[in-house]
Nanobody, 123 residues
Framework: QVQLVESGGGLVQAGGSLRLSCATSGPTFSSYAMGWFRQAPGKERELIAATTSSGYSTYYTDSVKGRFTISRDNAKNTVALQMNSLKPEDTAVYYC????????????????WGQGTQVTVSS
């Protein structure tokens, strides 16, 4: 069983930065691909960034490329999302998620989820 706990959300002005962290429990963190999803009101949950179990490969959705960076520390069982140049359209609840295997974009294929953290970007 893997437990995920996100932190770092909040209110920020457009153009600002936030760093989200996801702390995990369980001895096999390094065997999981990790993803950051977000869900805005009335919209589907979407994968915005992900990293393979080793951390060597990453994925970003087009809307965050060049602004967001995902990283993981397998020694500390954590994964982070550095978000720069934030825009009002980045406002959403952000979730970290874990799955064994490769990076996939479908939320239903992730096995474990955090509780989510709210990010609000004001204009």
């Amino acid at each position: 069983q893997v437990q995920l706990v996100e932190s770092g959300g909040g209110l920020v002005q457009a153009g600002g930065s936030l760093r989200l962290s996801c702390a995990t429990s369980g001895p096999t963190f390094s065997s999981y691909a990790m993803g950051w999803f977000r869900q805005a009101p009335g919209k589907e949950r979407e994968l915005i960034a992900a990293t393979t179990s080793s951390g060597y490969s990453t994925y970003y959705t087009d809307s965050v490329k060049g602004r967001f960076t995902i990283s993981r520390d397998n020694a500390k069982n954590t994964v982070a999302l550095q978000m720069n140049s934030l825009k009002p359209e980045d406002t959403a609840v952000y979730y970290c998620a874990a799955r064994k295997g490769s990076i996939v974009t479908m939320a239903s294929l992730y096995d474990y989820w955090g509780q989510g953290t709210q990010v609000t970007v004001s204009s």
